[in-house]
């Protein structure tokens, strides 16, 4: 299926594979010392997991989310899959565990920092290849403009994607920290979107910028790869076609500079801004043709922060949506930072997440 509209990708059908969750949140006046015992001021459970919250936030901006993933057939289990149903979230290739447990975690919101702890506790058993017929996954990807992979559950997310690089399918790959299996996934990633601490984490680079050029000399498949971070906006280097009209190598780290000091700090709508298409030299690593980006997160009022939980989730769901829809990179990254700041403004990873008819994204869908 094609999606070259431009802004109502409505019949876009995206799958994901990854984590979901039930999440147990606890809002605190602040955040407890050892031995303890306060109260909360707020709770709520809600769904989770990356790719629970992901695919939900596609699903409310106008794509047709797939979700392979494993549950139990206990309370928790029954209770994610209505709520992503509610969502319009296709869950027909879940796998549901007759016996065990369904996965879940503990979020402790400090309310004056505005920082989030979390506790997880992994589903039991783990979901193996086994658990998806062969059947079951290729009928997911039949039509899918894009597939998401979180990392989790590496060895089915391998034979998904595999498949996936048949049936010419892009993937988005959502690199939060090193796992078992995820070089292999990392190899097939058209698109890659990262924690902050992941590529120099994976690299070894001595900074974001040469993390970044690292990485695509490392993914030779891969188009660009962004890090998120947090308040502080993104960085994206998109990788470009070397037609051999730039000779002069420039240093990386230097074009960020610059770029940084282009930024308007006063500005409370998330704004993005580009270097030229140019040579990208990282001092012992080497050189990559590329363009760099800085984007801006949304300088959202205290009194309107709520908690960040899931924030990088939202991100990625509306990357998901920007590439379906063609946006221009600048558009995606700011359209992105739009939707994570919106979910910041309620409790858990999900009430937040606006739809594609809220005010705040008129300008994106015209």
């Known amino acids: 299926m094609s999606c070259d509209c431009d802004f109502v990708p409505e019949n876009c059908v995206v799958v994901g594979c990854g984590a979901v969750s039930v999440d147990f949140l606890a809002t605190v006046a602040a955040y407890p010392k050892p031995d303890d015992k306060i109260r909360s001021t707020s709770f709520k459970v809600e769904g989770g997991g990356n ?21 139990a057939d206990d309370t928790h289990g029954k209770g994610l899959l209505d709520e992503l149903e509610v969502d319009a979230v296709d869950t027909s290739f879940m796998a549901v565990s007759k016996e065990g447990t369904s996965p879940f975690t503990y979020i ?58 048949k049936k010419n399918v892009p993937i988005l790959m959502d690199a939060e920290r090193l796992r078992e299996g995820l070089d292999d996934l990392l190899k097939l990633a058209d698109y890659v979107v990262c924690a902050a601490q992941f590529p120099q984490a994976w690299t070894e680079a001595s900074t974001i910028p040469k993390a970044l050029v690292s990485m695509l000399l490392k993914l030779p498949n891969t188009k660009f790869v962004i890090v998120t971070l947090g308040k502080d906006g993104c960085v994206m280097l998109e990788r470009s076609i070397d037609d051999g009209s730039s000779t002069e190598e420039v240093d990386v780290d230097k074009i960020l500079e610059s770029l940084e000091m282009r930024k308007n700090g006063s500005i409370y709508i998330p704004t993005c801004i580009s270097s030229s298409v140019t040579k990208l030299h990282a001092e012992g690593i080497g050189t990559v043709c590329g363009r760099l980006y ?73």
Do not use: W
Not at 52 to 68: D, V
Not at 129 to 153: C, M, T
């Open 51 to 71: 790719t629970g919250n992901a695919l939900t936030c596609a699903a409310r901006l106008g794509l047709k989310p797939r979700l392979i993933s494993k549950v």
């Open 108 to 165: 402790i919101v400090d309310s004056q920092t505005k920082s989030r702890t979390c506790i997880h506790t992994p589903g039991f058993p783990p979901m193996k290849p086994v658990d998806l017929p062969e059947s079951s996954f290729l009928s997911a990807l039949n039509g899918a403009r894009i597939v998401y992979f979180d990392g989790r559950f590496h060895e089915t997310a391998l034979v998904v994607a595999h498949e996936a690089v």
């Open 294 to 366: 800085v984007g801006t997160a949304e300088n959202i009022p205290p009194s309107e922060l709520v908690d960040t939980t899931g924030a990088g989730d939202a991100f990625i769901g509306a990357v998901l949506y920007a590439i379906c829809a063609n946006f221009a990179k600048e558009k995606m990254l700011r359209f992105a930072a739009t939707v994570a700041g919106a979910k910041c403004r309620a409790l858990g990873a999900r009430s937040g997440l606006p739809y594609r008819t809220d005010p705040r994204l008129a300008s994106f869908m015209q």
